[in-house]
């Protein structure tokens, strides 16, 4: 049973950072492209950044150059570092993987203070 878990949420002042953490279950992690996604209010959700077994990263324009993301196979986590936060980047972070169906974690709370 696939199981993915956030955390690393909370409150932050715009400029601050924070680190997500995201512990994946019930995989072979490693050979998985692990994602990061976002639901800030009044929009849907979107992806923020991926990463593949290989390492190759990918992100969202509106986060290049202040978010990094990154996994720790043997500790089977993926993270996204977030610096340089903004107001606008207040929402719900979800890790996502696709093993013939979407699975999310349940979400970890962001929330930039102007």
């Known amino acids: 049973q696939v199981r993915l878990v956030e955390s690393g949420g909370g409150l932050v002042q715009a400029g601050g950072s924070l680190r997500l953490s995201c512990a994946a279950s019930g995989i072979i992690f490693n050979i998985n492209t692990m994602r990061w996604y976002r639901q800030t209010p009044g929009k849907q959700r979107e992806l923020v950044a991926g990463i593949t077994s290989g390492g190759t990263t990918n992100y969202a324009d509106f986060v290049k150059g202040r978010f990094t993301i990154s996994r720790d196979n043997p500790k089977s986590t993926v993270y996204l570092q977030m610096n340089s936060l903004k107001p606008e980047d207040t929402g719900v972070y979800y890790c996502?993987?696709?093993?013939?169906?979407?699975?999310w974690g349940q979400g970890t709370q962001v929330t930039v203070s102007s």
């Open positions: 996502n993987v696709v093993r013939g169906y979407n699975y």
